[in-house]
C-alpha cells in the first residue's frame, strides 16, 4: 500500500478502491512497514511518490470495505508516527525502524520507542424525552454538519471521568448512567475513539462560541426533516460518530 508524505493513499482510477502493487524493489526495513497477513500473504506500506489518483483515509473511508478500511487506517496510523517521531525522546538521536516498522530504536541510548495512541471518548448523549444532543465545533469550517460530542482523555482520568468532564466543558450538560457502546481507530493523527451513550439528567445548553459554535436537541422527526433539506449533514458513514448517530435513529441504544 503506498502512502504520500502528505498522507494521501494511492486509489483506482473512477473508484474509491485502494491501488495496492506487488513489490518491485529490494525490501528496505527502514521503508517498508509490515501491516499483518491477508489469506497469509504479507501486506505492506510505504511512503512513496506516487501518480494520481489519491485521496485522504477522510475522502475514501466510507467507500472502502472492512478489510480496505483496516488495511487504510493502520497505513495512515503507522506513517503518521513515523513522519512525526523520527528521533528518541529521551535523547534526541535520530532512532531506527525495528519489528517491522512498529517500534523504532534508539542506536546512541538503546531507547525503543512504539507508536502512541491517543484515547479520546464518543458521547450520544439523549434526555427524558429521547431527544438527541448534536454539536458543530469551529474546527469543521463552515460545514453544516452536526454530530455526537467528543473530546481526548487527560492524564490521570477514566474514559467515565473524560465524557463528564468533557460534556460539562462543551455543553455544560450533567450525565448520568453511561453505557460503553463500541470503540474505533482513527487516525487524525493517532486516535482510539472509545463510543458511549449516556442519559442528561440536565437539558438546559451553554456552548463557549469557541470550540463548539452550536449545539442543539434533536427528535427524529427535526433530524429526518434537516436532513431532508440539506440544513445539516452528518459525520461520515466510516466513523464511529455516525453509528452512535444511526444507533439512535433505529431506537437501538440503551435507553430506548
Not at 14 to 25: C, D, E, M, Q
Not at 213 to 228: G, I, N, P, S
Request: glycine residues 6%.
Amino acid at each position: 500500500m503506498k502512502i504520500t508524505a502528505e498522507g494521501q493513499l494511492a486509489v483506482c482510477q473512477g473508484s474509491a478502491k485502494l491501488r495496492t502493487t506487488r513489490p518491485f524493489v529490494e525490501y528496505d526495513d527502514q521503508r517498508h512497514i509490515l501491516l499483518g497477513l491477508v489469506d497469509d500473504a504479507p501486506w505492506f506500506a510505504v511512503e512513496a511518490l506516487i501518480d494520481p489518483p489519491y485521496a485522504t483515509l477522510r475522502e475514501i473511508a466510507e467507500d472502502l470495505t472492512p478489510l480496505e478500511r483496516d488495511i487504510a487506517v493502520t497505513t495512515t496510523a503507522i506513517t503518521n508516527w513515523h513522519r512525526s517521531a523520527p528521533h528518541c525522546a529521551a535523547c534526541g538521536h535520530r532512532t531506527e525502524v525495528i519489528n517491522g516498522g512498529f517500534a523504532r530504536t534508539c542506536p546512541q541510548c538503546g531507547r525503543e520507542h512504539f507508536p502512541r495512541t491517543d484515547p479520546a471518548v464518543i458521547v450520544a448523549i439523549v434526555d427524558e424525552s429521547d431527544r438527541l444532543l448534536l454539536a458543530r465545533a469551529s474546527a469543521w469550517g463552515d460545514t453544516n454538519r452536526v454530530s455526537v460530542l467528543a473530546g481526548f482523555v487527560e492524564a490521570g482520568e477514566s474514559f467515565e471521568h473524560a465524557v463528564h468532564r468533557e460534556i460539562g466543558e462543551e455543553a455544560d450538560v450533567q450525565l448520568d448512567d453511561l453505557r460503553y457502546f463500541g470503540s474505533q481507530p482513527w487516525p487524525f493523527p493517532r486516535s482510539i475513539m472509545i463510543g458511549f451513550f449516556a442519559r442528561a439528567t440536565t437539558t438546559a445548553i451553554s456552548i463557549d462560541g469557541d470550540e463548539i459554535v452550536y449545539a442543539d436537541w434533536f427528535t427524529r422527526e427535526r433530524l429526518e426533516a434537516e436532513l431532508r433539506d440539506g440544513t445539516i449533514g452528518l459525520p461520515t458513514k466510516a466513523s464511529i460518530a455516525h453509528r452512535l448517530v444511526t444507533a439512535w435513529r433505529e431506537r437501538a441504544h440503551p435507553y430506548a
